[in-house]
Structure formats: C-alpha cells, structure tokens
C-alpha cells in the first residue's frame, strides 16, 4: 500500500511516497523510510507524531493513502517583558 511521510524545518520540507507493507505501522514506516538518517534531529522519544494533523501512537497501524507526520516540537521563547505577572 502506498502512504507518505511528511517533515519539515525552518530551513527545508520532506514528503515522501512510499510502498510499505499491509499492517505496517507509523514507527516502522518512519525507520525504515530513511528520515531518521535524513534527519538525526529527530528524537521518537520526544516528538509527537500524527496522521493528517491528527496525533497519533508510533505502533498505530496506517491505512492506504495514510500521510504520516513527524512534528517539531513547540516552543515559546519569552520575551524580557513578557512575564506571568499581571501587575
């Protein structure tokens, strides 16, 4: 069956078409799609990942036609002026 795996940093996107196997799921075709070389930043443990915008687990089973995404993790970087008081 055909699904995608999608990625993307500030400085470049990855979409990719694959051929995996029935039963697959999104960890195996993640590994297996070359990514993580691609892209050593990616950390499993730590980032999310879902299936069209929607987060899902690594041992999800994907269906046909399934686009993958590995998602960057968010950050807020606090301005000097920008605290939690309200005062």
Known sequence: MKVSLAYATFETQAWH???VPEEATVEEIIKVSGFLDLF???DLKKQKVGIYGK???LNAK???GDRIEVYQPITRVLEEDDDDDDE
């Open 17 to 19: 078409t694959f051929e």
């Open 40 to 42: 050593p930043e990616i």
């Open 55 to 57: 987060f899902t687990r």
């Open 62 to 64: 994907v269906s046909p």
